[in-house]
């Protein structure tokens, strides 16, 4: 690991559950607000920083990870016939933005060889079938 009390950077975090990464993520943000209130034994310096750069790594991986599963459930929630737009307004996008990421998305799937071509045309298919 990174160093004392955790990961120092999200390369530091091995590939776990998410679920296990936000207890992690949980459990180091409490040392260090039990810490701020004087709760239980105060932490060294050391323990501090090292205690801080876990929630930043933590929580680094923790957003990367959704981030990286976000297209992948795009594609999911368009194929149960949720609309481009609901599935636009849950993500923070308009079904412009969705729908040139998720192609763009398709695309790169489809190069490094995680998708078929059936499965590109489907990902084509359903957002075209919306525009």
């Not at 009390?5 to 296990?20: I, K, M, N, Q």
């Amino acid at each position: 690991m990174g160093g004392v009390g955790g990961p120092a950077r999200p390369g530091d975090v091995e590939y776990e559950p998410l679920t296990y990464l936000v207890e992690c993520f949980l459990r180091e943000v409490g040392r260090l607000t039990d810490n701020r209130y004087g709760l239980g034994e105060p932490l060294t310096v050391e323990l501090h920083r090292g205690h801080v750069l876990a929630v930043l790594a933590y929580g680094a991986a923790i957003a990367e990870r959704a981030q990286a599963s976000r297209w992948l459930y795009a594609r999911e929630a368009l194929s149960v016939g949720v609309s481009g737009e609901r599935v636009a307004a849950a993500m923070g996008l308009t079904w412009v933005e969705l729908a040139g990421e998720l192609t763009r998305w398709a695309d790169l799937q489809l190069r490094f060889g995680h998708i078929t071509g059936d499965e590109h045309a489907a990902v084509l298919g359903m957002i075209g079938a919306q525009s």
